[in-house]
T-cell receptor, first 117, second 115 residues
Framework: EAGVAQSPRYKIIEKRQSVAFWCNPI?????LYWYQQILGQGPKLLIQ????????DSQLPKDRFSAERLKGVDSTLKIQPAKLEDSAVYLC???????????????FGPGTRLLVL | AQSVAQPEDQVNVAEGNPLTVKCTYS??????LFWYVQYPNRGLQFLLK??????LVKGSYGFEAEFNKSQTSFHLKKPSALVSDSALYFC?????????????FGAGTRLAVHP
């Protein structure tokens, strides 16, 4: 079974530029998550999709971050404009969960390492 | 709100010795607890989880974890450490228990196994 795919693996940009990350979840997984992992910290959830819909974006900086999930499969996370403090690893994860209350495990992709100069 | 704490930034152990990576939790209701491992330049890999049932949970790569309700702990253990176990370990709790499976992670513990 193929895992969660992410691209690119690395990205270096200057502040105020824009950047986009792509994620393809495990086939059949209804729920998709984007996490931000700053160096020395644990991952923090940015946004969570259940199929096409957003179920949690409470920690997403909406003035600069946006995300969409096309047709309930792939997802794109965008930052515009980037700030120095956005330097982090952006992790995508997916789980089978189709309703709330599920106990399914989240499976993570390799991440995209972003450096903002 | 749910939270987990990993009190040790780093754990050092000699190869062949038992290892323990500590995690304590604070939750309302029954906790759903997880352990993940992260190798350099790779994403998080699932090791094991506790939902209900037996307090001793067995997982991947010979790891196990013991759920202790009275001490609100979920420590990760392995009887005999390998150099290849050297990595960053994260404890996580599901938030909220009946919600959409959001995970709250600890800050991580770096495990160094020396030959």
């Amino acid at each position: 079974e193929a895992g969660v795919a992410q691209s690119p693996r690395y990205k270096i940009i200057e502040k105020r530029q824009s950047v986009a990350f792509w994620c393809n979840p495990i086939s059949g997984h209804a729920t998709l998550y984007w996490y931000q992992q700053i160096l020395g910290q644990g991952p923090k959830l940015l946004i969570q999709f259940q199929n096409n819909g957003v179920v949690d974006d409470s920690q997403l900086p909406k003035d600069r971050f946006s995300a969409e999930r096309l047709k309930g499969v792939d997802s794109t996370l965008k930052i515009q404009p980037a700030k120095l403090e956005d330097s982090a690893v952006y992790l995508c994860a997916s789980s089978y969960s189709r309703t709330s209350g599920g106990q399914e495990t989240q499976y993570f992709g390799p991440g995209t390492r972003l450096l903002v100069l | 709100a749910q939270s987990v704490a990993q009190p040790e930034d780093q754990v050092n152990v000699a190869e062949g010795n038992p290892l323990t990576v500590k995690c304590t939790y604070s939750v309302s209701g029954n906790p759903y607890l997880f352990w993940y491992v992260q190798y350099p330049n790779r994403g998080l890999q699932f090791l094991l989880k506790y939902i209900t049932g037996d307090n001793l949970v067995k997982g991947s790569y010979g790891f196990e974890a013991e759920f202790n309700k009275s001490q609100t702990s979920f420590h990760l253990k392995k009887p005999s450490a390998l150099v290849s176990d050297s990595a960053l370990y994260f404890c996580a709790v599901r938030d909220p228990p009946g919600g959409y499976n959001k995970l709250i992670f600890g800050a991580g513990t770096r495990l160094a196994v020396h030959p």
